[in-house]
Nanobody
Framework: QVQLVESGGGLVQPGGSLRLSCAAS????????MHWYRQAPGKERELVAG???????NYADSVKGRFTISRDNVKNIVYLQMNRLKPEDTAVYYC??????????WGQGTQVTVSS
């Protein structure tokens, strides 16, 4: 059974930064893609950023230029560096791993609140 454990969430002022971590219980190289999703109250879960096993990345338009996804294949951790945070970034952030064809794994989520 694969476990994904997120950490690093918290309360931050607008314009501040946070770094989220997603620690996997097995090698992240065994996954084709890893993602960060988020879900705000009353809204659907949305894709924030993704990174393939080869290192290719993609981002939601709303976070491009502010967020950076990266991976440490030795520590089996995926990071989400979030800069210039806005109140609309407030959400529960989830780590997701995909192994083709259809094996999906989710973490429990970590709360990010951007407020003054």
């Amino acid at each position: 059974q694969v476990q994904l454990v997120e950490s690093g969430g918290g309360l931050v002022q607008p314009g501040g930064s946070l770094r989220l971590s997603c620690a996997a219980s097995k090698s992240i190289l065994s996954f084709n893609t890893m993602h960060w999703y988020r879900q705000a109250p009353g809204k659907e879960r949305e894709l924030v950023a993704g990174i393939t096993s080869g290192g290719s990345t993609n981002y939601a338009d709303s976070v491009k230029g502010r967020f950076t996804i990266s991976r440490d294949n030795v520590k089996n951790i995926v990071y989400l560096q979030m800069n210039r945070l806005k109140p609309e970034d407030t959400a529960v952030y989830y780590c997701h791993a995909l192994r083709i064809p259809n094996y999906n794994y989710w973490g429990q989520g970590t709360q990010v609140t951007v407020s003054s």
